[in-house]
């Protein structure tokens, strides 16, 4: 169980055009879904946190014109980065959180496969 | 700002030999998370530490988890090659509400030599 998928699993696009990326929980309805972002060499950096029916929260530094998230129901967010350029080739992981109820609840998050962005 | 920072950055073993990965972090915290990750993949889960002497043990692999001193370890038992990976451990900070945002650490490239 706990399976997230992605898709596409790594595209190349020409600069100046967007790139949409699907997350999908397969078998849980996950309310929140978190977008991470990982560089060649270097750890995972958060970039937004996506709730279900409401607008994502993107932390400081990230571009929320330029990387849309929608989370539109349980078992799905996209990620679309838009007007893309070489400096935006990247890593792109995807989670999901299956919210058990309760503030101190014991959350696990369930990590994609990635998404390889290339843009020429 | 929460850091999280491991130690080493980079690790080369010979198969066999034992070492210790370590896992600094900067806030209050009670769960952190160990996760593998091989070149071009995702992360897969290790361990999930919830709280203080926490320790969890697969095979080759133990994790530990010090809240007072925000310290975990991450131990290899006589290293074998399939253990070379990137190894990360993240922490989810207490009282960040509902979201359970994760705070990577550095990351730990594990190198095991025949």
């Known amino acids: 169980g706990a399976v997230v998928s992605q898709h596409p699993s790594w595209v190349i696009c020409k600069s100046g055009t967007s790139v949409k990326i699907e997350c999908r929980s397969l078998d849980f309805q996950a309310t929140t879904m978190f977008w991470y972002r990982q560089f060649p060499k270097q750890s995972l950096m958060l970039m937004a946190t996506s709730n279900e029916g409401s607008k994502a929260t993107y932390e400081q530094g990230v571009e929320k014109d330029k990387f849309l998230i929608n989370h539109a129901s349980l078992t799905l967010s996209t990620l679309t980065v838009t007007s893309a350029h070489p400096e935006d080739s990247s890593f792109y992981i995807c989670s999901a959180t299956l919210l058990a109820g309760g503030f101190f609840t014991y959350n696990e998050q369930f990590f994609g496969p990635g998404t390889r962005l290339t843009v020429l | 700002e929460l850091k999280v920072e491991q130690n080493p950055l980079f690790l080369s073993m010979q198969e066999g030999k034992n070492y210790t990965i370590y896992c600094n972090y900067s806030?209050?915290?009670?769960?952190l998370y160990w996760y593998r990750q091989d070149p071009g993949k995702s992360l897969e889960s290790l361990f999930v530490l919830l709280s203080n002497g926490a320790v969890k043990q697969e095979g080759r692999l133990m994790a530990s988890l010090d809240t007072k001193a925000r310290l975990s370890t991450l131990h290899i038992t006589a290293a074998v090659h399939d253990l070379s990976a990137t190894y990360f451990c993240?922490?989810?900070?207490?009282?960040?509400?509902?979201?359970?945002?994760?705070?990577f650490g550095t990351g730990t490239l594990l190198a095991v030599q025949p």
């Open positions: 993240a922490v989810d900070p207490l009282y960040s509400g509902a979201t359970n945002k994760l705070i």
């Open positions: 806030t209050t915290s009670d769960r």
